[in-house]
């Protein structure tokens, strides 16, 4: 989808001025916000590929005009209402009103140091061989979905070269919609600038990027 988190190549945002020995959090409900996130995840209603897309479904002018952790909370908000453990009368009062859907679990205090450091693997066995190998020429598509995607716009209909064949992945375009995992062979496509960027890139640039393979023809 072309969403306001897409950011790539698009001008008018400023540079990228990232903060020496940042703090992981900026204020105490940033860490509160990344609890409750993972908390309520772990319930087993949706999947990651869900949650980012319900980051990315944000109005562009709400997207930007708010901080990280307010993205993760204004998507948490639509996740918990689209699954039915909140309502628009809870969330209006600050507390549980209308009935609510039973989570599948819940992740209770000393657990979470396990759940954690288990994380949510995404790679899967596939099922016939991959498509490519390392040194193949390819080009990607050129499409615009309605739904999520994980190939950015800038690196959509370029010629690239395949780097390295990775395992196979969860398909994130499918799984964030509940239309199944069906993995898919992974593999880095390395770009160079000039087909990127186009006139005036800097010569010496490469892109890589991590695309499934149905992402990707042949060059």
Not at 90 to 98: F, I, N, S
Not at 151 to 166: D, F, H, S, T, W
Not at 196 to 204: F, H, K, N, Q, S
Request: proline share 7%; charged share 25%; aromatic share 10%.
């Amino acid at each position: 989808m072309n969403g306001p988190q897409d950011l790539g190549g698009q001008m008018g945002f400023g540079p990228v001025a990232p903060e020496k020995d940042e703090p992981y959090f900026h204020a105490a409900w940033e860490r509160r916000a990344l609890g409750v996130t993972l908390t309520a995840g772990a319930m087993g209603a949706w999947n990651i590929d869900e949650s980012r897309h319900a980051r990315e479904s944000l109005h562009p002018a709400d997207y930007y005009a708010s901080s990280y952790y307010e993205i993760w909370i204004k998507a948490l908000e639509i996740l918990l209402k689209r699954h039915g453990f909140v309502s628009e009368r809870d969330l209006a009062e600050g507390r549980a009103v209308d009935p609510a859907a039973t989570p599948k679990r819940v992740l209770k205090a000393e657990n979470v140091t396990a759940v954690l450091a288990k994380g949510g693997p995404c790679d899967r066995p596939v099922a016939q061989p991959a498509r490519f190998k390392a040194g193949d020429a390819v080009r990607t598509k050129n499409f615009n979905p309605t739904g999520h995607t994980r190939l950015p716009r800038y690196a959509r209909g370029k010629n690239g070269m395949i780097e390295a064949v990775r395992d196979g992945f969860v398909f994130p375009d499918s799984n964030a919609h509940g239309h199944g995992e069906n993995p898919q062979w992974v593999y880095t496509v390395v770009f160079d600038g000039l087909e990127i960027w186009g006139e005036g890139a800097d010569p010496t640039l490469s892109v890589s990027i991590d695309a499934w393979e149905s992402y990707l023809e042949p060059a």
